[in-house]
């Protein structure tokens, strides 16, 4: 990966509240899929890091007492590249049927920020991340795809 010219990386945080255990009918469709398409992200440009367990992704790490919030943390080289692996790669298709594993969430569940380059955020930068934009609304320390902020100078 070259960094050079680039002082920051896009960090991204996202939640969803399962319908039921990973192990179950009401989840198989998605579990059926999930090493498929982290191997997309993985290899998508720009990707830097995501957030896995050692099964290989993130749905078996507990961060909120509710063990049905399932979390999901990257590192991307900028907005577009997040925003093209997830709307134009096969992970659209798990958006499309996301109804049939996740309740609808009444709060914030995506979150967005810049990082240094070199920086892995914590889980707890992260969901500290979550809560302001919940608590301010996007702003330049904290932002959605809706309303992206460009990195610091």
Known sequence: ??????????????????????????????MSRIDE??????????F????????????????FDDPLLLVNMSVWDN???????????????????????FDKMGAMHQALWWIPVGHIP?????????ELLRENGPNQDVFTFGKAFQKPE
Do not use: P
Request: proline share 0%; charged share 30%.
């Open 79 to 101: 907005v577009d590249s997040l925003k093209n692996y997830v709307y134009k790669s096969l992970h659209v298709e798990l958006i499309r049927d996301r109804e049939a594993w």
């Open 122 to 130: 914590s889980i707890q930068e992260a969901k500290d991340k979550l």
């Open 1 to 30: 990966m070259n960094t050079t010219n680039k002082k920051y990386h896009l960090a991204q945080i996202n939640i969803a509240q399962a319908k039921d255990e990973m192990d179950t009918e009401t989840m198989h469709g998605f």
């Open 48 to 63: 830097i890091w995501r957030l896995q367990s050692n099964d290989g992704d993130s749905t078996s790490i507990r961060v």
């Open 37 to 46: 398409i982290n191997a997309i992200a993985d290899k998508t440009d720009g």
